[in-house]
């Protein structure tokens, strides 16, 4: 079975762009997640999906959006970009919304803002 | 809200040597509890998790961690390292409420020595 897969790998754009990255789920998984992973800040939460509604949300500005399709694909966008947008952007799958599963992680996307 | 904190930093071993990695989190519910490894080059990947049950889970690669309810804690252990054990070590914990949020701790640089 294919493992989370994420696109672009690797991005660059600069201040002031906006950028989509894009999350296919392992088969059959529902819930998706995203998170940054930055030197400085570790690994935060950004957002989670579960049947295209977003359930749970990080502590992160309004900027950082997101959204699923119906066939759980994901897509988070960063609007009006920031140097300290720089970081690698994990998503993760889920099996179900509830009860005991694991996230399963992608390789990430490399964002760099210059 | 939950955090967790792992203690050591970066830890250097030889070969053969036990590895003990801790984790304390607090929370006041009932928790999931997760570590996942990151080796150079490559994605977060599932060492192991506790839901519910036997407290001393056991994971991939001969890994192993403890749940101790009353401190807080979810220590890794391995017997013995290899030199392919170098990583970076994070343990996670998310409310057993089945969403998908994980709480990471800061992550623990593991540089085995041959």
């Known amino acids: 079975k294919a493992g989370v897969t994420q696109t672009p790998r690797y991005l660059i754009k600069t201040r002031g762009q906006q950028v989509t990255l894009s999350c296919s789920p392992i088969?059959?998984?529902?819930?998706v997640s995203w998170y940054q992973q930055t030197p400085g800040q570790g690994l935060q939460f950004l957002f989670e999906y579960f049947s295209e509604t977003q359930r749970n949300k990080g502590n992160f500005p309004g900027r950082f959006s997101g959204r699923q399709f119906s066939n759980s694909r994901s897509e988070m966008n960063v609007s009006t970009l920031e140097l300290g947008d720089s970081a690698l952007y994990l998503c993760a799958s889920s099996l179900a919304g509830t009860g005991d599963h694991e996230q399963y992680f992608g390789p990430g996307t490399r964002l760099t803002v210059t | 809200a939950q955090s967790v904190s792992q203690h050591n930093h970066h830890v250097i071993l030889s070969e053969a040597a036990s590895l003990e990695l801790g984790c304390n989190y607090s929370y006041g519910g009932t928790v999931n509890l997760f570590w996942y490894v990151q080796y150079p080059g490559q994605h977060l990947q599932l060492l192991l998790k506790?839901?519910?049950?036997?407290?001393l889970v056991k994971g991939i690669k001969g890994f192993e961690a403890e749940f101790i309810k009353s401190k807080f804690s979810f220590n890794l252990r391995k017997p013995s390292v290899q030199w392919s054990d170098t990583a970076e070590y994070f343990c996670?914990?998310?409310?057993?409420?089945?969403?998908?949020?994980?709480?990471f701790g800061s992550g623990t640089r593991l540089q085995v020595q041959p």
């Open positions: 088969s059959g998984h529902r819930s």
């Open positions: 506790y839901f519910s049950g036997d407290p």
């Open positions: 996670a914990v998310t409310p057993y409420t089945g969403r998908r949020a994980l709480t």
